[in-house]
């Protein structure tokens, strides 16, 4: 968090899986989008927050077959581990803060009783968190008995259903939105608070996020059903809150066009790169439009290039 010295214009913090990666978006068009508006207009002055339900090992993978951009934070293990920077520095102090009430020896004894619970591979077993898989019907009885168990043996724990077959078990004060908050808190002890703040999801695992005060929140097109029952229960009338038209990444930069976060406009929509202007020149932005230049060069589709390369070399000299 040392990139900048300054308040973030704009924090994103989004889920991954069907939300910022579109798993049906085999070309990654909308995840590019993203990419080149990030670099284009928000990298030099804004966080980017990745939080999502995978662990460390899944989310290395996910890294490899994804063009996913460096995230200045990472939120892993359904906010049960936060790191920073490309390095993924852990922060100890967040590890702490978990320890209080759990007892990972007795949530595995009391959920290894339930045989409706199938555990998940080792990868996604964490410190702070223990994942099974379980039926769709059966999650609401299993997730009332195990918190009457887990109560009576004086744990505080919270048990976190998604997806439609995942069910997480956490400290009480984990999850993505206890994360989120927590970052939120430790940014602002250090001036370095968000002006603006948007949280992006599609299942109920990212329900929390949308709960933290001051924050803006879009539901991506393709949210599952728990995630707009959760909505639809407590949020509907919240303004700050919306159900986006667009899937994954599309929907991500509506958002920020729909709650006037900043320029939501991706180089890679822009037909005539000589329009792709930003209003304060940066680095990113030249590299962002000489790398869009350079890629429709290869495919043949650049006309008047004598014109795209004059002015990046105008753009070169004035940096």
């Not at 020896?105 to 998940?120: C, H, M, N, P, Y």
């Amino acid at each position: 968090m040392e990139r900048l010295t300054s308040p973030p214009r704009l924090m994103i913090v989004s889920d991954l899986d069907h939300t910022m990666v579109d798993h049906h978006d085999h070309e990654n068009l909308s995840l590019l989008r993203f990419n080149s508006l990030w670099e284009h207009a928000y990298r030099h002055d804004s966080f980017l927050v990745f939080s999502t339900g995978r662990s460390p090992t899944l989310y290395k993978e996910l890294r490899k077959e994804k063009p996913l951009l460096t995230p200045d934070i990472t939120i892993m293990s359904v906010g049960t581990e936060i790191t920073y920077g490309n390095s993924m520095v852990p922060d100890h102090g967040w590890v702490e803060t978990l320890n209080n009430k759990w007892d990972l020896g007795i949530v595995k004894d009391e959920a290894s009783k339930f045989s409706e619970l199938k555990l998940q591979a080792d990868t996604e077993q964490r410190p702070h968190k223990v994942s099974f898989y379980v039926d769709k019907s059966k999650a609401q009885e299993v997730t009332k008995e195990l918190s009457q168990r887990f109560e009576k043996r004086g744990l505080d724990v919270k048990i976190i259903y998604s997806g439609g077959m995942d069910l997480d078990i956490l400290p009480q004060g984990a999850g993505k939105g206890q994360a989120l908050a927590y970052l939120l808190k430790k940014l602002k002890t250090e001036g370095k608070l968000p002006v603006n703040t948007l949280a992006c999801g599609d299942s109920g695992n990212d329900a929390e996020l949308f709960s933290i005060p001051d924050v803006y929140g879009v539901m991506v097109s393709n949210a599952q059903e728990e995630l707009l029952k959760w909505h639809a229960e407590n949020a509907k009338d919240n303004p700050k809150v919306i159900h986006a038209k667009e899937r994954c990444a599309g929907g991500i930069i509506e958002a920020i066009g729909h709650f006037k976060l900043g320029p939501n406009l991706s180089p890679r929509d822009v037909a005539d790169f000589l329009e792709c202007k930003t209003e304060n020149v940066n680095p990113g932005h030249e590299v962002v439009k000489f790398f869009l230049f350079y890629e429709r060069w290869r495919r043949g589709e650049v006309e008047n290039c004598e014109a795209y390369t004059a002015s990046l070399k105008a753009s070169c000299v004035s940096m």
